[in-house]
């Protein structure tokens, strides 16, 4: 999953990247609201946006998005805390906010919600047949065994059940993985999946051809 961080304060961003990071999540960094403009918002799962940013204000930029028929979630950060401005806030779109200073543990519990939300997930588990995925503990079993994968396996196997059944493009697939490996290859993404199967079951994952991948929905 992909996740836009808008966000000027050096030191806070490095903390936040790093918490994002240790939930497997992909982040690409603005530190303006000119340079967030340059991204495209359809490459992201979630958007946390700084509202003081150096050449604006962030709820300027998500009034815009929304206009635009932007439906991505949108984390707030805002060191202002009186009720008018986090009112002004939400009501111009945004699904939730942080008050600064916060702990990162905490930001980490907003993300894991609002990426539940987008997914029409209840828990954090994820369950297909005998396959089992913790998006908080970033752990995978396989009939209660658990499984090692590497981070790009894990990323790739998330999306799918996320998505279980249908078939994720291939695109999207290589947006996840894209800032872990600059170089991803067209065949790369094939040698993941390859290693996936071997460690999942053959059955596990099928090719779509032209169009991507889909993990076969079982329940038991
Ligand atoms: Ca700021």
Redesign the pocket.
Known sequence: MKILLI???ALLLNGLQKALEQQQYCCDIARSLSEARRYTLDDYDLIIL?????DGDGLTLLKQWRQQGCSQPVLILT?RDSLDDRVKGLDQGADDYLIKPFALAELQARVRALMRRRFEKAENALQSGALKLDMNLNQVWLHEQELTLTRMEYAILRRLMLHAGKTVQRERLQQDLYDWNDEIGSNTLEVYIHHLRRKLGSESIRTIRGEGYRLEAKSE
């Open positions: 966000e000027d304060d700084d509202l003081g940013l150096p060191a």
